[in-house]
């Protein structure tokens, strides 16, 4: 009877380990589940940051190159602009000059 009672009791404490071994790996797996998918959000949010990020940072580039191009026509209309005044300029110190 002893060794009934023991062999019983030994298979009652191995039950008990596998059924709280499985139940403490499932508890874990979902734990790492749930700690995988918030670690896949906020990746995902970073990446979302970073697009709008990126696409304001290209939007400012495209605003910068238009008023690059902008300033380099207006220069270039200065520029002949002064050329000619340099021409009058010239040509009134000439008639001066003859006076």
């Known amino acids: 009877m002893s060794i009934e009672i023991t ?14 071994g499985l139940k403490n790996s499932k508890r874990a797996d979902v734990k790492d589940i749930e700690r995988k998918a918030t670690e ?14 990126v696409t304001d940072i290209k939007y400012d580039i495209s605003s910068t190159k238009k008023s690059v191009t902008e300033l380099t026509e207006r220069m270039t209309k200065v520029e002949a602009c002064a050329d000619k005044a340099h021409l009058r300029i ?7 000059a003859e006076k």
């Open 7 to 20: 062999v019983l009791i030994s298979a009652v404490s191995v039950a008990f380990a596998i059924f709280f």
């Open 40 to 53: 896949r959000a906020e990746t995902n949010y970073k990446l979302d940051e970073i697009s709008r990020n």
């Open 90 to 96: 010239d040509a009134l110190e000439k008639k001066e």
